[in-house]
């Protein structure tokens, strides 16, 4: 029997896309990356640090009311990837106590230069300053009960990438919050939708949703899991 060479190429890619498939699952990855890894993002934020120090964001925040949603108490083990000022580590490594671990991961030098010394100051030995990559926090394999995504989503360049990346540093029931504004991703916001359907791209499920973060709705603060 004689194979026509299209009949053979259209086999061998076939043949090619059932193994590349089956190899992803044999290995547990999420699907591979679409076209939402080049939406529009806001530019990674490099000024003056103390911006996020305002007096009264814990109030308008309810930062205490986030760290319980989270499961974040004594002993646990917390990452705070976008962490800028360390204004929400600092809050997480008291919660944790000195049993816990609270990563503190940004890829801005200047920021991980400012929480070492903050953390130093503050006498908090159980804080870890991480230099990250921009698609990648670089954490820990099985390292982490909860990690808090805060105003940083819209900037991240490669979402679904990050989000993917960040999926081996998760301990099993590991929570992640999100807490971003309504926007169209360059204007320091980006839309729930788009963060739930590319969270889910990257292999989450959404747990619970809410609007309390700030009292004008345009914030939301998801709390997502792993898919195992
Ligand atoms: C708007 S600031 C928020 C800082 C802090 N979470 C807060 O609300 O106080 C965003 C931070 O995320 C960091 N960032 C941006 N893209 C990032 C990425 N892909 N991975 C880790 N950090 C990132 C920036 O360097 C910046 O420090």
């Known amino acids: 029997m004689v194979l026509k060479p299209r009949v053979v190429l259209i086999a061998l ?9 089956h190899f992803a699952a044999a290995q547990g990855a999420a699907p591979a990356a ?14 003056d640090l103390s911006i996020f120090e305002s007096p009264g964001r814990d109030e308008r925040l309810q930062i205490n009311r986030v760290i319980e949603i989270l499961g974040i108490a004594p002993g646990k083990s917390v990452a705070d990837i976008g962490a800028g000022s360390g204004w929400f580590t600092v809050r997480a490594a ?22 070492g010394a903050r953390a ?19 954490l820990p394999p099985g390292s982490v009960d909860a990690v808090l995504l805060l105003k940083t989503y819209h900037e991240v360049a ?23 504004r309504n ?3 360059e204007d320091h916001g980006v839309g729930r939708d788009v963060v739930l359907s590319e969270t889910k791209e ?27």
Request: with cysteine; glycine share 8%; hydrophobic share 35%.
């Open 120 to 138: 130093r100051k503050e006498q908090l030995q159980n804080v870890k300053a991480i230099l990250s990559k921009a698609d990648d926090p670089q």
């Open 94 to 115: 008291r919660r944790v106590g000195g049993s816990g671990t609270v990563y503190a991961v940004d890829i801005n030098s200047e920021a991980i230069r400012y929480i």
């Open 34 to 47: 679409a076209a939402s890894e080049q939406r529009k993002t806001s530019e990674p934020y490099t000024g």
């Open 13 to 21: 890619v076939c043949f090619q896309s059932f193994v590349l498939q």
């Open 202 to 228: 990257a292999g989450y499920k959404l747990l619970e949703s809410y609007d309390f973060v700030k009292g004008d709705k345009m914030d939301y603060f998801l709390v997502l899991e792993r898919v195992e």
């Open 183 to 185: 926007g169209n991703g």
């Open 158 to 180: 490669q979402p679904v990438t990050l989000m993917r990346n960040l999926r081996a540093a998760l301990r099993p029931g590991a929570k992640v919050g999100i807490i971003d």
